[in-house]
């Protein structure tokens, strides 16, 4: 009886793992990953990733995360495009990891992109489309 009552109960938690705030997760805590491509001239290259965990997400800009550099960079999350309703803060650094906590209130729902963003001069500076 006991082992059922576990089956169960671990099965209902993986079943509720999948879908957390309509985002799926992945297993060993990752979420959604892009490769940046550069943009106004811009070299932007590596890779960011995308996680919600229950009514909290983050971006996290990974290890091979590498930008030339410029004015005023932001971090932001995008719906088919950048939306400045869903920025997240100022690029901490150039190069490597870096975790960007998403503001509690954003509306996350349908997120399909991260941007670096030149907010200066309101152009893009690079874009990962997340899987």
Request: glycine letters at 12%.
């Amino acid at each position: 009886m006991q082992n059922r009552r576990q089956f169960i109960i671990s099965t209902l938690s993986a079943s509720a793992a999948i879908t957390l705030a309509g985002h799926p997760t992945l297993a060993g805590g990752h979420g959604r990953i892009g490769t940046f491509t550069g943009k106004s001239s811009h070299v932007t290259k590596g890779r960011a990733e995308f996680v919600v965990h229950g009514d909290k997400a983050e971006v996290i800009l990974l290890d091979d995360f590498d930008f030339d550099g410029a004015p005023d960079p932001k971090v932001a999350l995008g719906k088919d495009g950048y939306k400045s309703s869903l920025l997240i803060g100022k690029l901490k650094k150039n190069k490597g990891k870096q975790t960007y906590q998403v503001p509690a209130g954003l509306d996350i729902e349908g997120v399909n992109e991260v941007w670096i963003w030149c907010e200066k001069f309101n152009v893009p500076l690079g874009v990962a489309k997340l899987n």
